[in-house]
């Protein structure tokens, strides 16, 4: 439960770090530095995101070659 809750907390915090960049660039699409916040905090938001499903696939394929040993 750990591992999962830190996942949960992390990307909530990505995801409002997230929102907070988008909706300073909806304020000034113009604004090269907004623009610049906002890929950093998506590709940061992307790459947690990315790192979580690899990790929830590699249990699942332990899981799966654990059970295929039993049969």
């Known amino acids: 439960?750990?591992?999962s809750e830190a996942f949960r907390d992390q990307s909530?915090?990505?995801?409002i770090a997230l929102q907070s960049a988008l909706e300073k660039l909806k304020n000034?699409?113009?604004d090269p530095a907004a623009l610049a916040e906002y890929q950093s905090a998506l590709s940061q938001y992307t790459l947690y995101r990315?790192?979580?499903s690899?990790?929830?696939k590699a249990y699942k394929d332990v899981g799966?070659?654990?059970i295929a040993n039993y049969r």
């Open 54 to 56: 690899s990790v929830v």
């Open 28 to 30: 000034n699409p113009s």
């Open 64 to 66: 799966a070659g654990i």
């Open 50 to 52: 990315n790192a979580q």
């Open 12 to 15: 909530k915090n990505l995801n």
């Open 1 to 3: 439960m750990e591992l």
